[in-house]
């Protein structure tokens, strides 16, 4: 196994021209004005945000942000998967995983590496540190595109290696929201070393489905719910390559196609996506996506896991076994189930119910964010 190799963030010049040139060009058309958000990304608002990204945008100020982490790249299962490497404070700090999923990056996790890592530095407890993984997934922004598309099974596979054999931690805990949560749970499903595991989404289904009168309510509604959000996921998880064509040519259209998630899916004041993030934040995640050229692999997922089987955990009924902690944003875009469903997938040893915050969790709540994970970590024994 090929040792880690340093890695550095560094976009050429040239990228960036041609990014803001094909931004700047850009040949806006006409919708009917609904008032919102109702059609899809708004239109004033994304040409109030490409104005912003050729005119005051600054790339290398956000670059000079992500480089301020430990970055590696390594060959993992024929792999070239870039990953931070934050180790924590402290003498026995705690292994941990944490994964994004789409439309995102390793950059949610930002404003969380730092004081997961070393509390210390920001008034917590040194016993508390975590030695912080957080990998781009196979196909996402600077890590290779795997041969074909994988699923978060397969991905799962891929990390448990990247944190077993090439890093050498005997167990870990592994953390996870959107794809990230799917990832998790195959983790703690499938791999000893992952020892427990935190989701802030519920991506796995029972195989015998909802039982109860509350479980089944739960259900009717989260399918109605889902009619207006099934297009992406539909496309991309059968003619992803289609999708591609538009999208490799196009700033603007990736930018359109993930902002409309990030406002829909993100815990905002009405339908103004700024009252979550700012410009920049929005901007750094689709520059991730674009100047890595890496729109099409990243959408493989879906694919992917359509071909491992989709939802379901275990066509058996089994669960994860291993310590499992629940942390439940109400804006969620998939809403949670019952504890009681949970429970029939999972071990659930800690349940949260958080007061804000939506699909983002670790970008949109950073301080909820740490300090549920550092209250399930509490619980559990030396691992």
Known sequence: MNAPQPFTVAVPDATIESVHKRVASYPWH????????????????????????????DWRKQEAAINRFRHFKAPVNDIDLHFIHEVGSGENPRPLLISHGWPGSVVEFREVI??????????????????????????????????RPFGPRKMADVFNTLMTDVLGYRSYIAQGGDWGGAISSWLGYEHMACRAIHINILTMRHAQGPQTDEEKAWAEKFDLDQQTEEGYR??????????????????????AWILEKFNSWSDTVGDDVESAYTKDELLTNIMIYVVTRTFNTASWIYYGR?????????????????????????EEMLAWAPRSYVERIYNVQHWTEMPRGG???????????????RSFARQLQAI
């Open 30 to 57: 006409e919708m009917p004005d609904d008032g919102g958000w109702g059609y899809g990304t708004n239109l004033d608002y994304m040409q109030e945000l490409a104005d912003y990204w050729v005119n005051d945008f």
């Open 114 to 147: 730092e004081p997961l890592a070393h509390p210390e530095r920001f008034g917590g407890n040194i016993e508390d540190a975590f030695t912080v993984v957080a990998p781009s997934l196979p196909g996402f922004g600077f890590s290779g595109r795997p041969p």
């Open 306 to 330: 359509r071909e491992e089987g989709g939802r379901v955990l275990s066509p058996e009924g089994r669960r994860v076994e291993v310590p499992t902690a629940c942390a439940l944003y109400p």
């Open 234 to 255: 539909t496309q991309q998880a059968t003619k992803p390559q289609t999708l591609s064509y538009a999208m490799n040519d196009s700033p603007v259209g990736v930018a």
């Open 359 to 373: 699909h983002f969790a670790a970008m949109e709540e950073p301080q909820l964010f740490i300090d549920d994970l």
